[in-house]
């Protein structure tokens, strides 16, 4: 799933290389669907390095300055301010069903969960999903390649930046005092989901024998589970394929292929 905060993918990216196992092990054969790999792996440190000298220090301030119960709360109304963006994706992708279920989140919690602040709609049974444009042109058969390292934003190619840019047109509030809101809006959401899960990151950069081919292949992984809307019809046939796109005596000791896109 581009997102409301960009920079808290590379957690959810994290996240998943490490729950996959992944050692981001590579023969530094060229990749085929990485054909800007020199620059991209360039930026990654330049993101990287943003985020030791100016994220990570904020993210812990503001996770010892607030009580774990005001930061929930704090999650749920930026969830919430993110529904339009998802329910105009829903509709995009026929996805009926999904979208009566945001729609109703959304009178839900904007109503007896004030402004947000409580996901009344979980209680009740209706789960939050989300969606953005990026996957919207991916059902209508966009290709994501090749992959790209943008500033700030991390993993993603050109079909996932152009669904960037479109949700950030979806999301109400940032017409609101423009660019004050924006700026706000952009920060608050940052801080609270990288306040989530700050040691994910650190973790996969500790573990991992080589950080950018882990991002991109759990970035990979990530985006195509997120089109699927999390339907895992396909996962034998894919680890067939993964298994068949193993590199070699190190790659299958590892369980570790190169992700084909």
Do not use: K
Not at 173 to 192: D, H, R
Not at 214 to 222: C, E, F
């Amino acid at each position: 799933m581009p997102r409301r905060c960009a920079p808290s993918r590379w957690l959810a990216i994290a996240a998943l290389a490490l729950l996959a196992g992944c050692a981001g092990a590579t023969d530094g054969a060229e990749h085929p669907g990485d054909p800007y790999e020199a620059s991209n792996r360039a930026a990654l440190e330049r993101n990287l390095f943003l985020y030791d000298t100016a994220i990570e220090p904020v993210v812990r301030a503001y996770r010892r300055s607030l009580p774990d119960a005001l930061r929930q709360g704090l999650s749920n109304a930026f969830d919430n301010l993110a529904t339009p963006r998802i329910l105009v994706n829903d509709l995009l992708q026929a996805e009926w069903q999904r979208a009566a279920e945001t729609f109703g989140r959304f009178l839900i919690n904007s109503s007896i969960g004030f402004a947000g602040l409580f996901d009344r709609a979980a209680q009740m049974g209706i789960a939050r999903h989300d969606e953005d444009f990026g996957q919207t042109l991916a059902v209508y058969g966009a290709e994501e390649t090749p992959y790209l390292v943008l500033p700030l934003i991390g993993p993603s190619n050109p079909r996932d930046a152009v669904g960037h840019v479109v949700d950030l047109a979806l999301d109400p509030i940032n017409y609101l005092l423009f660019p004050v809101a924006f700026a706000a809006n952009l920060t608050g959401s940052t801080m609270e989901r990288f306040a989530r899960d700050p040691d994910t990151l650190e973790t996969l950069r500790l573990e991992s024998i080589d950080v950018y081919a882990t991002l991109r292949g759990a970035y990979a992984q990530q985006r195509a589970h997120e089109i699927r809307n999390g339907a895992q019809a396909d996962d034998a046939l894919e680890e067939m394929d993964a298994f068949d796109r193993m590199d070699g005596p190190d790659d299958i000791a590892t369980g570790a292929a190169r992700p084909d896109f």
